[in-house]
């Protein structure tokens, strides 16, 4: 089974009167619900846990992290950020979220600044699906609609996604790229916008198929562990000193 583990910063559901009405209980355990009723094993971790709850053990028991934050990227710490990037190219698998866009770990695995513009005004968001066949964008239709959302638009300082799933356009007039895919080393990455804090996004039932879906997605495949470094020839060659590299 699939082990999933959920993060969430956890500080505005304690700190908004709006945001803790529409997770009391957090946007981890709405997440965590969602895909455990989609059949995968789920625990949550938090920033302010010990490690924010990503310890060595929790690590290496995750095939999937999902992650969310806002307000205080600046106090993940530098060498759980690092224990997550080493992990990502072991092969497990991350979905970062929405304002994740600015944190460490993903502005880490892209290599850019992941900025982008935003607006906060009750938006209607439609993400349009852009490669039906892609498995994240299974039982979803043409388009979802987040009847409130805050904007984001391009340009989003990201490399080139290996698959775009998922285009948006807002109210507005913006666009932006909300569904991402990449692969770092041997794991996979997603990047999915929506899910600001203060409109109840995550309770959407296709939100949740998507993340369902990239959850799976994600997830370590069962390819090959690349062999690096200096190596024999597979065939028979003859080993001439003009042939040889040093
Ligand atoms: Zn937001």
């Known amino acids: ?99 994740g866009h600015y944190s460490k770990i993903f502005r880490q695995l892209m290599g850019t600044t992941c900025s982008l513009k935003w607006r906060e005004a009750a938006e209607k968001e439609r993400l349009w699906v852009i490669e039906p066949s892609h498995p994240i964008a299974d039982e979803i239709d043409e388009y979802i609609e987040v009847p409130e959302a805050e904007m984001y638009g391009e340009r989003f300082d990201i490399p080139a996604p290996d698959t775009l799933v998922f285009n948006s356009w807002f109210e507005g007039g913006e666009v932006f790229r909300s569904g991402c895919c990449y692969h770092r080393g041997n794991g996979r990455v997603f990047y999915f916008r929506p899910g600001h804090e203060t409109y109840p996004i995550y309770h959407d039932e296709a939100i949740q198929q998507v993340l369902a879906n990239a959850a799976s997605w994600v997830a370590p495949s069962d390819g090959p562990t690349p062999d690096f470094g200096n190596t024999e020839p597979v065939e028979d060659i003859e080993m001439t000193d003009d042939r040889s590299v040093h």
């Not at 060498?79 to 080493?86: A, E, G, W």
């Open 1 to 99: 089974m699939t082990s999933v583990t959920v993060w969430n910063e956890y500080r505005h559901e304690k700190e908004n009167d709006t945001v803790g009405e529409i997770y009391p209980k957090g946007i981890h355990t709405v997440i965590a619900g969602a895909l455990e009723s989609e059949g995968f094993e789920t625990r949550t971790a938090t920033l302010d846990e010990p490690e924010h709850g990503l310890t060595e053990s929790v690590l290496n028991d995750t095939d999937v992290l999902t992650w969310w934050g806002h307000a205080a990227h600046e106090e993940v710490e530098d060498k759980i950020v690092n224990r997550v990037y080493q992990r990502v190219l072991d092969g497990m698998g991350l979905i970062v979220l929405h304002s």
